[in-house]
């Protein structure tokens, strides 16, 4: 391109791309050349370093929004309503049950929840990379990691293996995110992941699930379990939001 931009740093770029994607879900290389004022060589080189990133996932001629796929690297989902999941996680503080034992997921929300417990001579079983990483940093914690095949873009295990230890294990509570929420339960973007969480469900005493608000307005296909099931819901979310759910018999807590 004879007149390429040559004033937009990387980082803008990055930025301009995730912003027309999040609009438009999707993009042809040409699309965003011409958008951004430079060359389809340079879209390609941005999209291949952004998808290494985890910020969004390539296509043939072009990219797609990450929520329009499966795969969403944890990075950007600890990134993204970071505050948001801060406050998640201020509102479970307040309704946690006793536990010895607990699974946690590696959903962003359940490791800003994780990072703030205290788990002193507790044992905890999880599936997360960051989660396991970051807590078996604190004294006096067991971390079980189940093994499996690890996906950079969940930074997480997945698979049959993961399913098939949590069989062997007898846990108190579960500390779950998911993808999305409805009235009829929680949902995941992927197979593998509610599978895993389902493993999870059937082998903790009591469950908690913890959603940001934006979880309310998204909408994925596969099914953890109903919300009833859960113990409770722990959200940011107004009351306004939780209304239908709490009118339905599900217990939910944002504040």
Same mark, same amino acid.
């Given at each position: 391109?004879?007149?390429?931009?040559?004033?937009?740093?990387? !980082?803008?770029?990055?930025?301009?791309?995730? @912003?027309?994607?999040?609009?438009?879900?999707?993009?042809?290389?040409?699309?965003?050349?011409?958008?951004?004022?430079?060359?389809?060589?340079?879209?390609?080189? @941005?999209?291949?370093?952004?998808?290494?990133?985890?910020?969004?996932?390539?296509?043939?001629?072009?990219?797609?929004?990450? !929520?329009?796929?499966?795969?969403?690297? &944890?990075?950007? +989902? $600890?990134?993204?309503?970071?505050?948001?999941?801060? $406050?998640?996680?201020?509102?479970? $503080?307040?309704?946690?049950?006793?536990?010895? !034992?607990?699974?946690?997921?590696?959903? !962003?929300?359940?490791?800003?929840?994780?990072? +703030?417990?205290?788990?002193?001579?507790?044992?905890?079983?999880?599936?997360?990379?960051?989660?396991?990483?970051?807590? %078996?940093?604190?004294?006096?914690?067991?971390?079980?990691?189940?093994?499996?095949?690890?996906?950079?873009?969940?930074?997480?295990?997945?698979?049959?293996?993961?399913?098939?230890?949590?069989?062997?294990?007898?846990?108190?509570? $579960? =500390? %779950?995110?998911?993808?999305?929420?409805?009235?009829?339960?929680?949902?995941?973007?992927?197979?593998?992941?509610?599978?895993?969480?389902? %493993?999870?469900?059937?082998?903790?005493?009591?469950?908690?699930?913890?959603? @940001?608000?934006?979880? =309310?307005?998204?909408?994925?296909?596969?099914?953890?379990?109903?919300?009833?099931?859960? @113990?409770?819901?722990?959200?940011?979310?107004?009351?306004?939001? &939780?209304?239908?759910?709490?009118?339905?018999? &599900?217990?939910?807590?944002?504040?």
């Amino acid at each position: 391109m004879a007149n390429e931009n040559k004033d937009l740093f990387v !980082s803008e770029r990055f930025r301009m791309i995730l @912003d027309y994607l999040e609009v438009h879900k999707r993009a042809t290389v040409e699309e965003i050349a011409n958008k951004l004022y430079v060359s389809p060589a340079t879209v390609r080189r @941005d999209f291949a370093s952004m998808q290494k990133l985890g910020m969004l996932q390539r296509t043939h001629g072009g990219a797609i929004y990450l !929520s329009a796929s499966e795969d969403v690297s &944890i990075f950007v +989902r $600890m990134e993204k309503e970071s505050a948001s999941k801060e $406050m998640v996680a201020t509102v479970a $503080m307040n309704h946690l049950p006793e536990f010895k !034992s607990c699974f946690i997921d590696n959903s !962003s929300t359940a490791f800003a929840l994780a990072t +703030r417990l205290d788990l002193s001579f507790k044992t905890i079983v999880t599936n997360g990379l960051e989660v396991a990483a970051k807590l %078996s940093e604190k004294k006096n914690v067991e971390v079980i990691f189940l093994g499996g095949v690890i996906r950079y873009s969940h930074f997480a295990s997945t698979g049959i293996y993961p399913c098939k230890m949590l069989e062997d294990f007898n846990l108190d509570v $579960m =500390f %779950s995110g998911a993808a999305s929420v409805k009235p009829e339960g929680a949902f995941e973007r992927s197979l593998e992941t509610m599978e895993i969480k389902q %493993s999870a469900f059937r082998r903790c005493r009591k469950r908690i699930l913890l959603v @940001d608000k934006s979880k =309310f307005s998204e909408n994925f296909i596969y099914r953890t379990a109903p919300l009833k099931e859960y @113990d409770f819901v722990c959200t940011d979310a107004d009351s306004v939001t &939780i209304a239908p759910y709490v009118a339905s018999g &599900i217990r939910v807590f944002n504040r």
